[in-house]
């Protein structure tokens, strides 16, 4: 499959001599943000830097899917092998210098600096077109609008850097978590009107107008603001762009790549193993491939398993449900499932670690979502499929989810029921006798279920539930280690508060 990768070498170093005097002189033959930015080729690379950060090891190709998974009630630790700053987060013993909250912190925050570069020098480039300039600022906007993001929800207050920082004394304090929402807001509102509805093959991957949509309504829904994100999640509705795939596999697969139901995905492509482990250079290293399949798959390290919690919350007939949801077996691999294009069968002695409890019984069920098993018998292994970072069932649950709320809940009843309808799931349309969305309440804890079985590992769990606790949706706490006070946000990086001079101790969440 040929995938076409958004990833760049931006030079923007300055060279300095070893003399002390010199130390302020710039090498007049180095590349700097002043001389770079000149055409329409040179701002096209500078917004792919900022893909191409996103896509790292820092970010989406590793520790952000594990920061996600590890906050929500998904998982479960795989065994020993799991290591010690993802285990600290799975039980909710993490502290102020945990590895992963320190990565995602500062990925997210190089992907800020990058846009910020475009963003400030991106409108003085010549030679472009202006409907070419805006599609590629509205990119770098909204980029930084996930960033943000992803920040705030997080980590409550953040630094807000508006322009790409010059200097030391250019560091900033924390900011209010509704400003960081705010600004984010804005980036959005002005990339929507740059934004492309649809790309030509070559460009897949890059932020549409949809994409920009969707993650207005999630900030909306974050705030509580259940008819803002109404507005947004129906504008992708009525494009008439979007449709629920009939195969769910595909959702996750690498022949399903930049189908009907994807809004955006995150590109990869098989490079022969070369995973940049060490972090998140570009050039040589950049990270082509993501180690989603060795790191949650049935063979190989098995870090994490599904939660029993998960495992159990599927439909079945022996629960008194009226059949037993397909997704359950199209989303984990169990012990004599076939894989490796139907050529082996799993069998529990290829598969290490923890076994899980379903419906009485106990065996190892590992993550089949993103697993590269389907095709070869190498578990071991790096792969190339796509990171779907928003699809269309997870807008259309959205949507149901706030006309529920704002007392449409037949409407969101008919919503919910398109995504059960999926011709390889085909499940019974709400009301069921263990969902009889008999009212408001009811509805709303169909679509808590909805969200869990549809959209299982796929980093959307975690925010789910601080937004649901947040608005005080919650009828039960989710996470058996959770403290009040404490684990609704991720303590600020110690090293960040260390070398910052805009940050002391006083700005650490509280708890840590």
Not at 144 to 156: C, I, K, P, S
Request: glycine fraction near 8%; hydrophobic fraction near 40%; include cysteine.
């Amino acid at each position: 499959m040929k995938k076409t990768i958004l990833c760049a070498t931006l030079l923007l170093g300055i060279a300095i001599s070893c003399n002390e005097d010199d130390l302020n002189k710039v090498n007049p033959n180095g590349v700097t943000f002043d001389t770079y930015f000149n055409n329409e080729a040179e701002l096209t690379a500078g917004v792919n830097s900022i893909y191409a950060l996103v896509q790292s090891n820092s970010l989406v190709s590793r520790e952000w899917f594990f920061t996600h998974d590890l906050r929500g009630d998904e998982m479960a630790s795989g065994g020993g092998q799991l290591e010690t700053p993802r285990n600290q987060l799975l039980i909710g013993v993490h502290d102020t210098g945990n590895a992963l909250v320190g990565s995602i912190w500062r990925g997210w925050y190089r992907t800020i600096h990058r846009a910020n570069v475009v963003l400030e020098k991106g409108p003085d480039v010549k030679n472009i077109t202006p409907a070419v300039r805006d599609r590629l600022l509205g990119e770098a906007r909204f980029l930084r609008a996930w960033a943000y993001h992803e920040l705030a929800t997080f980590f409550g207050p953040v630094p807000l850097y508006k322009e790409f920082v010059k200097s030391v004394d250019g560091a900033l304090g924390r900011t209010p978590q509704k400003e960081v929402y705010d600004f984010a807001i804005a980036d959005l509102k002005a990339a929507e009107a740059g934004l492309p509805a649809t790309y030509n093959a070559a460009n897949q991957g890059r932020a549409t107008k949809a994409a920009a949509q969707t993650l207005l309504a999630r900030i909306y829904l974050q705030l509580g603001d259940y008819n803002a994100a109404r507005t947004e999640l129906k504008k992708v509705v009525d494009s008439g762009l979007y449709r629920i795939v009939d195969n769910y596999l595909d959702l996750t697969n690498e022949e399903g790549e930049f189908n009907a139901e994807s809004i955006l995905e995150v590109v990869y492509a098989p490079s022969g193993g070369a995973y940049n482990w060490g972090g998140d250079s570009d050039g040589s290293a950049v990270q082509e491939e993501t180690v989603r399949t060795q790191e949650y798959s049935a063979i190989g390290w098995r870090n994490v398993i599904p939660s029993n919690k998960l495992l159990n919350a599927y439909e079945t007939v022996a629960k008194g449900d009226a059949k037993n949801d397909p997704r359950f077996d199209m989303s984990f691999w169990k012990p004599g499932d076939k894989f490796n294009n139907g050529n082996s069968v799993l069998t529990e002695d290829r598969v290490q670690g923890n076994a899980s409890v379903v419906g009485g019984v106990t065996q190892k069920i590992s993550w089949r979502k993103y697993s590269v098993l389907y095709k070869t018998d190498a578990g071991y292994a790096q792969s190339g499929i796509n990171m779907r970072i928003m699809r269309y069932a997870d807008v259309l649950l959205m949507l149901a989810e706030c006309e529920n709320e704002l007392g449409n809940s037949a409407e969101a009843i008919r919503l919910m029921n398109l995504v059960r309808a999926r011709k390889s799931v085909e499940m019974p349309p709400y009301p069921t006798k263990n969902y009889p969305c008999a009212n408001k309440d009811q509805v709303f804890d169909a679509v808590m279920h909805e969200r869990m079985v549809e959209l299982a590992a796929e980093q959307i769990r975690n925010f789910d539930i601080l937004r649901w606790r947040k608005n005080k949706k919650l009828k039960a706490e989710p996470l058996a280690y959770f403290q009040a006070g404490k684990h609704e946000l991720l303590p600020i990086p110690q090293s960040e508060i260390d070398n910052s001079p805009a940050l002391e101790i006083k700005d650490q969440n509280p708890g840590y």
